[in-house]
């Protein structure tokens, strides 16, 4: 299957599908920076009002740090950061998980990285997932501490 067939299966309404590609894609990621070019798209995703939509493009386009020679990520850091207050649980773990790469792969980012998941709303969401989210953010920042 090729590159562009993929992409458009991130966007399959079979949930499990898409879940599929996503994960090879992020393989490909972790390899080569063939999906860098596909940058833009994973913005539009990462605003899509699915939420299954919204995490694969966030996830993809965090992967892309690694690759990030244009400073794309650095440009637009404040609206990835934004995108961590998802009104979905779920999808606020994955983006607080997704942003691993970000941190490992743009150190210069890593201050602001801070300063915004130090102050994610998690009384939002119900007590049990409040519980999940802030273990989330508590494993990031001690990633952060070990990379600024």
Not at 36 to 55: G, K, T
Not at 120 to 131: L, T
Request: hydrophobic share 35%; charged share 35%.
């Amino acid at each position: 299957m090729n590159t562009e067939k993929l992409i458009r299966a991130l966007y399959d309404k079979n949930a499990k599908e898409a879940y599929t590609v996503l994960l090879e894609l992020e393989q490909v990621s972790e390899k080569n920076d063939v999906l860098y070019n596909y940058f833009e798209e994973f913005i539009e995703m990462m605003h899509n009002e699915n939420s299954y939509i919204r995490v694969r493009g966030y996830r993809l386009l965090c992967k892309q740090a690694k690759w990030d020679k244009l400073n794309k990520i650095n440009e637009i850091i404040d609206e990835i950061l934004h995108e961590t207050d998802d009104e979905k649980p779920i999808a606020v773990r994955q983006k607080i998980n997704a942003l691993n790469d970000i941190v490992i792969n743009k150190r210069e980012l890593n201050s602001k990285i801070k300063q915004n998941i130090s102050r994610i709303n998690i009384s939002k969401h119900k007590e049990n997932m409040q519980e999940l989210i802030q273990k989330d953010v508590t494993k990031l920042l001690k990633l952060l501490e070990n990379k600024i």
